[in-house]
Structures are given as structure tokens and as C-alpha cells.
């Protein structure tokens, strides 16, 4: 569609990694009565030619996970991003409803509620054009006595980066250790060259 703005190329990583999983049901169908036969299973010959039906999944899944690999790195070494325009869009989103609803469960309201106190502070934010963080405590305990000062911890972009922060997640810390680690790992250079 003419209105998408997604890097397609992994789109379509995505979508033949679907390829490489069918191939891998078809082997381990193939093989999960091996046991109990006479094993000529892996020898049934196709129409066109004398190929054993284990190999053709498995070259097909080789030649599939190259061509993947050739398009992801050549995707990395040449995507760019306007960080300034993710940064303005960034809090178009709401990103900070899912760490609103969490603040509401640490404070001992049931989730059912939190998601309901949730949607009516993202409405009052819609009605007066404005993100969570700017609302006043007023507005907030307007909707639900149990916010506190320190809701403003869990609002705005970069804290709701930083809540969800567990081993493998987006949170900053995270993501900084895991460029360090592959940059020490490839001996890439800051720079961006390899060694």
C-alpha cells in the first residue's frame, strides 16, 4: 500500500520464514515413523527426478535462510533513521497506557479496572490534545483517587522505555548492552567499520 512507511525487506524475511518452518514440519513428518518401519521413507522418489525426500527440504531451507541473510544484511548496513521525526512521533502513540495500567496494578487495582481507569485518562487526553504526562494529578484523581506524584514515573516516553526493562527487552539499558556485546562480539569499531 502506498501509505506504508515499514522497512518492507523484513517484512519479507518474516514472510519466508514461514517457508523455512514448513519444511521443517515436512521433515519431521517424514521422519516420526522411522522407528517402527522398514525406512524407505527418506527414499521415495519424486516424478521428475531420483532426489530422496529428505534432501529436498533440507536444500530448500539452506537456499531459503542465505537468501534471508543476504537481504538482513544488506537491509543493516544501509537503513538510516530520522531519529528526530521518531522522536515527535513517538508520544503520538500512547506508549505510556500499557506502563499507566501497570502503575494502576502495582497500586492494588484488578486489571479489569486499570484498563478501564486507563481508558478514560487516554479520552480526557484526547479531549484536551494533550499526552498522559501532561495531565495534572487533579485530572487523574478526577478519574481515580488512587494516582499519586508518582505516576509522572511511570509516563512519557523514556520512562515507559525504562520500566520495561527485562533481560531481552527495548528498555535503554538493555539495548546498550546487547550493541556493546555485538559490537564486541563482530570487532566492529564505533566508527562502524569492521576490524
Given at each position: 500500500?502506498?501509505?506504508k512507511k515499514?522497512?518492507?525487506p523484513?517484512?519479507?524475511?518474516r514472510g519466508k ?6 519444511d521443517?514440519?515436512?521433515?519431521l ?11 524407505r521413507?527418506?527414499q ?13 527440504p533440507?536444500?530448500d531451507?539452506?537456499?531459503?535462510i ?10 543493516a548496513?544501509n537503513v538510516?533513521f ?14 505510556d497506557?500499557a ?21 478514560r ?7 484536551k ?28 516516553v523514556?520512562n515507559?522505555i ?5 533481560y531481552?527487552s527495548?528498555?535503554?539499558n538493555c539495548v ?20
Amino acid at each position: 500500500m502506498p501509505q506504508k512507511k515499514n522497512p518492507d525487506p523484513m517484512e519479507l524475511v518474516r514472510g519466508k520464514s514461514a517457508r523455512v518452518v514448513g519444511d521443517l514440519v515436512t521433515l519431521l513428518v517424514l521422519c516420526k515413523g522411522l522407528p517402527q518401519a522398514y525406512n524407505r521413507d527418506l527414499q521415495a522418489r519424486s516424478f521428475l527426478m531420483y532426489l530422496k525426500e529428505d534432501k529436498e527440504p533440507a536444500f530448500d531451507s539452506v537456499k531459503t535462510i542465505i537468501g534471508m541473510l543476504e537481504v538482513c544484511a544488506e537491509f543493516a548496513q544501509n537503513v538510516t533513521f530520522n531519529q528526530e521525526r521518531i522522536q515527535k512521533a513517538l508520544p503520538a502513540g500512547y506508549l505510556d497506557a500499557a506502563t499507566l495500567a501497570d502503575y494502576l496494578v502495582k497500586k492494588g487495582v484488578p486489571f479489569r479496572t486499570s484498563h478501564d481507569i486507563v481508558g478514560r485518562s487516554m479520552a480526557l487526553c484526547v479531549s484536551k490534545s494533550c499526552q498522559l504526562q501532561d495531565l495534572k494529578l487533579d485530572d487523574l484523581k478526577s478519574i481515580s483517587p488512587v494516582f499519586d506524584d508518582d505516576v509522572y514515573e511511570y509516563l512519557g516516553v523514556e520512562n515507559t522505555i525504562d520500566k520495561f526493562s527485562s533481560y531481552g527487552s527495548t528498555g535503554s539499558n538493555c539495548v546498550a548492552s546487547q550493541l556493546d556485546y555485538w559490537v564486541a562480539r563482530l570487532q566492529i569499531d564505533r566508527a562502524g567499520s569492521s576490524r
